[in-house]
């Protein structure tokens, strides 16, 4: 199977963030960047598809140069080659210019058997990106995959749903998923991957060239950090009253139970 | 759970490149994921949390920065990051990948036969065997080159004679590297294989530090082992003490580990813990006194440490700047551990948190592979030219 697994660069979880000047994005320097968890899931599932059906898999990833560092340790873990949208300013991409973007990028690719996305970046969230891609390629799709059983050119596919419920569909392939987040362990890359990767290869392609410069249809206002304000809410009552309302308040304000 | 943000306060990573960072990046989730979930339970009860061996091996922690026979073949710099990652879970696992690395493999490398080098490294790679490092007897500490242990040419065979002290893995080790003197009284390097008659090993009980990895003691009686089990390649007290300087480069990084796990903790709880007036007790100046010295101390102790494995990839380090690197690391992480099982007050001293255990494993590490004076020593004579030792 040749599989590609797009996979985006993300600010770091505990990175301290500022705002950048106009508003509209974060202040890139000095923070690290990682690879965003949800692709890490969809990475080892092809890495794991790969191992059982044989094959190839190509990390895409779009971004500045920084995000060459998301295709390495893709590399690092075992796929075997990158590509590289170069964009230094991509973070200005709607989700449908990203997406018309990598289309544009894996429409060079002949042959590719199955798109693998993770559900959503921990950045913007848009968990559009993989839909999309789906749409511009003439790809059948399915969201939120917990399992992936392939045979015979077809997929079975485990989606999970609300409230604990699971749905199996069936898919022809080529195809693209959206995978979700948990529906593996990823492996960590092993010091000797880290040296292999070494000798992959990276292709860079640069977005302006692939002639999908298309105005954005949706763009960042305004981000902000959100007030915090404190409110102290004091239930009175009998115990059991107090414990009543504490659920009820639980329930449906902090909608935690 | 997020795993461990790192300590940076001088932007220590835009020095490291991105093969660096990964590499880093796959030691530090091995030990947030792996070893600090089990290691309190691990050194409270005295046992060398063993089940983690095949994954380091599998991961490429053994003789990572060797070439061939299946190692990763790692920088210096790269080697440094995953000690440090280790030792920031427990001083003992790292002492258990630096003796299976540097005291193990590497003599075998440097100073083997073809036939030994295929025999046990591919093996000590993987983890499938493991090994310890005997030099220190139980009369000759800081002073190996006094050492009393005999090998004695008899035929193809030589016959050991002696007694080892304080060999981390002594009695799980598969092969041990044993150092003893010949007729001639020129130290040599033998590698004695586990349940070769004559050979025996017991462990330490009692110990307050590195409870987490086996402290053993060994006796050679009559042990006969083949000739060819003599590393041809080293002679005298060079071919240990180059050892020695593999495995203290690494220290010098492992122990900034431990200081940055216990100056993490102590600056967590410190924003939290509060006292008099509802206040954290960071708002203090004599609290904020100790935070900024170790973030300092910190800081200072990464760049000796990438500096020394930078000149040691370009061939250009000797042994007495390894020594400075684990002489002053050591030291200023012991410091660290000191000041912040102060800044968690009581709660310093239960092991719900790693202060205590780091504090005490560094004591081991403060005197283990060259202790923090005899380093100065080595600094001394390398700066003036006149040995002090006697
Ligand atoms: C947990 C642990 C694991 C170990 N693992 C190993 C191992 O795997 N293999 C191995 O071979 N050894 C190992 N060792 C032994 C270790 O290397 C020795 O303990 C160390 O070299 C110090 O020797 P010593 O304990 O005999 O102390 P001594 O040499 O007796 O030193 C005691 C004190 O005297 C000081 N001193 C000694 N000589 C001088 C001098 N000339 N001038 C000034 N001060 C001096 C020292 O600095 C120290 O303060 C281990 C030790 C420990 C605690």
Same mark, same amino acid.
């Given at each position: ?15 301290? %963030? ?46 500045? #140069? ?23 300013? $991509?973070?200005? +991409? ?17 042959? /590719? ?48 749903? !609300?409230?604990?419920? $699971? ?10 998923? @959206? ?49 915090? @304000? ?16 504490? =659920? ?10 | 759970?997020?795993? *461990? ?14 093969? #660096?960072?990964?590499?880093?990046? &796959?030691?530090?989730?091995? /030990? ?29 922690? $053994? ?32 002492? *258990? ?20 080098? !295929?025999?046990? %490294? ?14 220190? !007897? ?21 016959? %050991? ?6 060999? &981390? ?7 041990? =590297? ?20 004559? $050979? ?23 042990? #006969? ?78 760049? +000796? ?86």
């Amino acid at each position: 199977m040749k599989i590609v697994v797009c996979i985006k660069q993300v600010p770091a979880k505990d990175a301290p %963030l500022a705002m950048a000047e106009g508003g509209a994005w974060i202040k890139e320097t000095d923070i690290g960047f990682e690879m965003n968890e949800p692709d890490a899931y969809a990475l080892e599932e092809a890495l794991r598809l790969k191992e059982k059906h044989g094959g190839e898999v190509i990390a895409v990833s779009m971004g500045p #140069e920084r995000s060459k560092q998301a295709i390495k340790e893709a590399l690092a873990k075992g796929a075997d080659r990158g590509i590289h949208v170069a964009d230094e300013r $991509f973070y200005t +991409l709607d989700p449908l210019g990203a997406a018309r973007s990598i289309a544009a990028a894996i429409r060079r690719e002949p042959g /590719v058997d199955l798109i693998l996305t993770g559900l959503q970046s921990d950045d913007q969230g848009f968990g559009q990106t993989g839909v999309l891609l789906a749409e511009l390629l003439g790809l059948p799709h399915a969201t939120i995959i917990m399992q992936i059983d392939v045979a015979d050119g077809r997929m079975k596919l485990k989606r999970e749903l !609300e409230a604990g419920w $699971f749905q199996w569909v069936e898919l022809p392939l080529p195809a693209l998923l @959206s995978i979700q987040s948990g529906i593996n362990k990823p492996r960590y890359a092993t010091l000797k991957g880290i040296m292999a990767a070494k000798k992959k290869e990276i292709v860079s392609v640069v977005r302006a060239e692939l002639g999908v410069d298309e105005p954005a249809t949706q763009h960042i206002e305004r981000i902000y950090v959100p007030h915090k @304000s404190k409110k102290t809410e004091m239930l009175t009552g009998s115990p059991k009253e107090v414990a009543a309302k504490l =659920v009820e308040k639980l329930r449906r304000e902090a909608r935690v139970l | 759970m997020a795993g *461990f943000p790192g300590v940076d306060f001088i932007d220590f990573d835009s020095l490291l490149t991105g093969d #660096e960072k990964l590499v880093r990046q &796959t030691a530090r989730a091995f /030990v947030d994921e792996q070893v600090l979930p089990i290691i309190e339970k691990h050194n409270r009860e005295g046992v060398f949390p063993r089940h983690l061996v095949p994954q380091m091996g599998e991961l490429g922690f $053994f003789g990572a920065s060797l070439k061939g026979y299946g190692c990763a073949g790692m920088s210096n710099v790269e080697y440094g990051l995953v000690t440090q990652e280790l030792e920031r879970g427990d001083s003992g696992l790292r002492s *258990f990948v630096s003796v299976q690395s540097a005291l193990v493999m590497y003599p075998i490398h440097a100073y083997g036969s073809d036939a030994q080098k !295929e025999k046990w %490294l591919p093996k000590l790679q993987k983890g499938e065997a493991l090994g310890c490092f005997g030099l220190t !007897e139980p009369q000759f500490g800081s002073n190996p080159g006094g050492m009393l242990t005999r090998a004695v040419r008899k035929r193809d065979r030589y016959i %050991l004679n002696g007694e080892k002290m304080w060999i &981390t893995s002594g009695s799980i080790a598969d092969v041990a =590297v044993i150092w003893a003197k010949t007729e001639d009284d020129v130290i040599h390097g033998f590698l004695v294989e586990k349940g070769t008659p004559g $050979f025996k090993a017991w462990d330490v009980h009692g110990k307050y530090s590195l409870r987490a990895s086996v402290t053993s003691g060994l006796a050679m009686t009559d042990c #006969e082992v083949p000739a060819e089990n003599l590393l041809p390649k080293a002679e005298g007290l060079k071919g240990p003490l180059g050892c020695l300087t593999q495995a203290r480069y690494g220290i010098g990084w492992g122990a900034v580990g431990a200081a940055m796990a216990c100056y993490d903790t102590a600056l967590q709880y410190a924003k939290t813990r509060k006292q008099f007036n509802n206040r954290p007790i960071a708002s203090h100046q004599l609290v904020q006194e100790k935070l900024a010295w170790m973030i300092t101390e910190i800081s200072k102790a990464q760049l +000796l440490a990438y500096h020394v494995g930078k000149l040691k990839d370009a061939g250009r380090v000797d042994f007495s700047k390894v020594s400075m690197l684990k002489m002053n690391n050591v030291w200023m992480a012991l410091e660290c551990a000191r000041k912040s099982r102060d800044i968690l007050g009581a709660n310093g001293i239960v092991d719900d948190y790693c202060i205590m255990r780091h504090m005490n494993n560094l004591e081991s590490v403060y005197t283990y592979e060259g202790t923090h004076d005899i380093h100065k020593l080595i600094i001394g004579e390398k700066i003036t030219g006149i040995p002090a030792y006697m």
